[in-house]
């Protein structure tokens, strides 16, 4: 029995040694496949910077940016008010204000809150400032408020001269511009033309409302009765506001400030103070007021 182990013993440890390198080889495959099946965490890639889009700045867009468009949140209300009682379009007499007070930086709206250069007469009994214009030291009307002197404007456009205009839509803004102009509101031949470039630049129609027909009958009736009350006293307010004779410069590629001035033989600081300008800066498109 003990002669049978010990010729055994070395096939034993055979045996063993190959048992233990089954295991093994089996503990290793199966390592293998575990690692092979497990999920693998996938390494992203960083996403791209969004991409930011460069602005151009064009004439239209920059218009946008200019004082005209703070002029228009300011005063769009009260032109819209006067719009719906007396017919004026919002946009004409909005178009009109950024023209004749120079974005409102002209010194008679700073100092007098005179945004159409309604002069006095020997009615007016309120406050006056003066200014050179058809004469030295001509006086004008100081009104407690901007919103008094957009008032005070549709008043001065109740006239006959100014009469068939009130027969227009009031939401006809291409009529009112040419009609001022033909019944000689402006001396600058080009006055309606820029009434409508500043209406469609800046949008100035949404501001205008339409009307049903017994609404314009109604309205109508009503101004032309004030119009007709006027008509006795209107010689006398003959001077009470003189023909709009400003210059209006629209800006092209390449003009510089002294360019213009030296143009309209304005210095460059008057330039500014005209047009409420407080930088060197000018775009393309951009509307100067180019005569004192």
């Known amino acids: 029995m003990i002669t049978f182990f010990k010729n055994e ?27 092979n099946s497990a999920p ?35 005063f769009k209300n009260i032109a819209i008010s006067e719009m719906n009682g007396s017919g004026i379009p919002a946009s004409i007499t ?9 974005n409102g930086n002209s ?42 002197s957009f008032r005070d404007h549709t008043e001065f456009l109740k006239r006959k001269r100014y ?14 511009a040419n009609g001022l102009k033909t019944a000689g509101y402006a001396t ?33 009736d009503k101004v032309m009765k004030e119009i007709a009350i006027n008509i006795p006293t209107e010689k ?3 001077t009470i506001k003189s023909p709009v004779v400003m210059k209006i410069y629209e800006v092209r590629s390449g003009d510089t400030l002294t360019s213009v001035s030296k143009q309209f033989t304005l210095s460059v600081a008057d330039l500014k103070v005209l047009n409420g300008l407080e930088n060197s800066n000018l775009i393309p498109g951009q509307l100067l007021l180019v005569s004192k």
């Open 9 to 35: 013993i070395p096939y034993m440890k055979q045996s063993l040694l190959l048992l233990i390198t089954f295991s093994i080889l089996t503990s290793s495959c199966s390592l293998l496949k575990k690692e």
């Open 163 to 176: 009469a068939p205009l009130f027969e227009l839509d009031k939401n006809d803004y291409r009529g009112w």
């Open 40 to 74: 693998q965490t996938q390494v992203r890639k960083p996403a791209d910077p969004p991409k930011t889009t460069e602005k151009v700045i064009t004439a239209s867009s920059s218009a946008i940016k200019s004082p005209a468009l703070s002029y228009i949140e300011r």
């Open 94 to 102: 909005l178009a009109q204000g950024i023209l004749e007070s120079a």
């Open 188 to 220: 600058n031949p080009r006055y309606a033309e820029l009434l409508i470039s500043l209406v469609e630049r800046y949008d100035l129609s949404r501001f205008d409302r339409m009307e049903n027909e017994r609404e314009k009958t109604i309205r109508e």
């Open 107 to 148: 010194r008679l709206a700073k100092e007098a809150n005179n945004h159409f250069g309604i002069k006095c007469t020997t009615e007016w009994k309120g406050k006056t400032i003066f200014q050179d214009d058809d004469n030295k030291d001509d006086c004008f009307r100081v009104y407690r408020s901007p919103e008094e």
């Open 236 to 238: 006398k307010q003959e």
